[in-house]
C-alpha cells in the first residue's frame, strides 16, 4: 500500500494504477477457469452514467485487455449522492460471489468489509486506512482491502499551503467536512490549525454528508461570506472558491 498520492498524478492515471496494479492478478487468476467470465462490483457515491472516476475505471480495465459485457462482468451500485444504501450494495454484490469489490471510497469500503473477509477488497481513496480499521498497518496491511490514502490528517496542511500559493489574498476560509468520514473530526482539526498558520482566518466548520446538508452548507456560506471553501475528507475533497 502506498501512503500517498502525489497531487500531480492525474486521476484518469490513478485510477489506472489501481485497476492494473491491484485487479490483474485476481481476474487473470478467475480468467484462467474455463468458461469463468470475472466479476467485479463497484459500489460508489456517483450516478450512472459518465464520471472521472468511472470512465478512468473502465479506460483502465480497457487497458489490461478486459471489455465489460464481452469479457468482464461489472456489477456497478451508484449511491446517487448519498452512502446511505451501502450496506444493503455490499451484501447484495457478496451473494452475487464477485471476484473483487471496488468501493470508491472510505464508507462503501467498510461496508464491504464488514460484509466480507475473503472477497478481496480495492479503496482508491482512503482517509486514514489504520485509523479506519481496514489494515492493521501500513507497511504490512494483512486481511482483504488494499487501496491508496491521501486523505491523512497532516496532509490538511500541504493542501492548504498549496491552495495559498495558487490564491494568496484569501484572508477567510470556510471548513466543509464530509461527517460520514470517520475521521472528519481529526482531519478538520489539522486543517483549522494550518489556516491558521498559513494565516487564513478558519470560519466555524460546517458538516454535511448529503446533498441536501451540502445545498444548505454552501447557503450558510454565502451569508458568511467566507474568501473560499476547503472541503475536507471524504467522498469529496478540493478547494472550491465560491462564485
Do not use: C, H
Request: hydrophobic share 40%; aromatic share 6%.
Amino acid at each position: 500500500m502506498n501512503p500517498t498520492r502525489s497531487p500531480a498524478i492525474p486521476r484518469r492515471t490513478f485510477l489506472v494504477m489501481i485497476s492494473g496494479g491491484l485487479l490483474a492478478a485476481p481476474l487473470a487468476s478467475e480468467a484462467q477457469q474455463a468458461g469463468r467470465i470475472p466479476k467485479i462490483a463497484f459500489i460508489t457515491t456517483t450516478a450512472p452514467g459518465g464520471s472521472p472516476t468511472t470512465d478512468a475505471f473502465r479506460g483502465g480495465l480497457r487497458d489490461l485487455g478486459y471489455i465489460e459485457g464481452q469479457n468482464l462482468i461489472v456489477e456497478w451500485r451508484w449511491g446517487r449522492g448519498t452512502t446511505e444504501r451501502f450496506a444493503e450494495f455490499a451484501a447484495e454484490v457478496v451473494g452475487l460471489k464477485v471476484d473483487v469489490i471496488v468501493a470508491a471510497n472510505s464508507p462503501a469500503g467498510r461496508a464491504a468489509q464488514k460484509a466480507t473477509r475473503t472477497i478481496p477488497i480495492v479503496i482508491p481513496t482512503m482517509a486514514d486506512p489504520v485509523g479506519d480499521g481496514f489494515v492493521t498497518a501500513v507497511a504490512r496491511p494483512g486481511g482483504n482491502i488494499t487501496g491508496f490514502t491521501f486523505q491523512l490528517p497532516e496532509l490538511q496542511g500541504k493542501r492548504l499551503q498549496l491552495f495559498k500559493e495558487a490564491v494568496p489574498s484569501v484572508p477567510r476560509i470556510a471548513l466543509l467536512v464530509d461527517s460520514s468520514d470517520r475521521n472528519y473530526r481529526s482531519l478538520a482539526k489539522e486543517a483549522e490549525m494550518a489556516a491558521r498558520t498559513l494565516g487564513m482566518q478558519p470560519q466555524p466548520v460546517v458538516e454535511a454528508r448529503t446533498p441536501n446538508e451540502i445545498k444548505n452548507a454552501f447557503a450558510t456560506f454565502t451569508r458568511r461570506s467566507p474568501g473560499a471553501v476547503f472541503i475536507v475528507g471524504g467522498t469529496y475533497s478540493t478547494p472550491i472558491e465560491p462564485s
